[in-house]
């Protein structure tokens, strides 16, 4: 299993980006798909997470009303739209998979059975 996520960069505070998540060795549309971040110094969290068949997603206060997850199951990916991303978003993003439901507990990290490399995003004041 891999997933790899890209998208990541440098931008001024207020832009956009897209992350993408990629996926393969899985059937992508039986798993749940999360987004973490881990800013320098600090603990991995919890940023978005959707149901595997999409429709239903979840999100950490932090990012509610700025970031948009979405799948295509089609493209094996999923998506994180990121607007008027602030300094406080500056982090290592992480896709993971999880095969269990994501109605329970969707910020858990432990519940996730794979995990990307990462894509740094960095948001300049």
């Known amino acids: 299993v891999q997933l790899q996520a890209s998208g990541g960069g440098l931008v001024q505070a207020g832009a956009s980006l897209r992350l993408s998540c990629s996926a393969s060795g899985l059937t992508f549309s039986n798993y749940a798909m999360g987004w973490f971040r881990q800013a320098p110094g600090k603990e991995r969290e919890f940023v978005a997470a959707?149901?595997?068949?999409?429709?239903?997603?979840f999100y950490a206060d932090s990012v509610k009303g700025r970031f948009t997850i979405s799948r295509d199951n089609a493209k094996n990916t999923a998506y994180l739209q990121m607007n008027s991303l602030k300094p406080e978003d500056t982090a290592v993003y992480y896709c993971?998979?999880?095969?269990?439901?994501?109605?329970?507990?969707?910020?858990?990290?432990?519940?996730?059975?794979?995990w990307g490399q990462g894509t740094l995003v960095t948001v300049s004041s």
């Open positions: 993971a998979a999880r095969s269990r439901s994501v109605y329970y507990a969707p910020s858990d990290m432990t519940r996730y059975d794979y």
């Open positions: 959707i149901r595997s068949s999409g429709g239903v997603t």
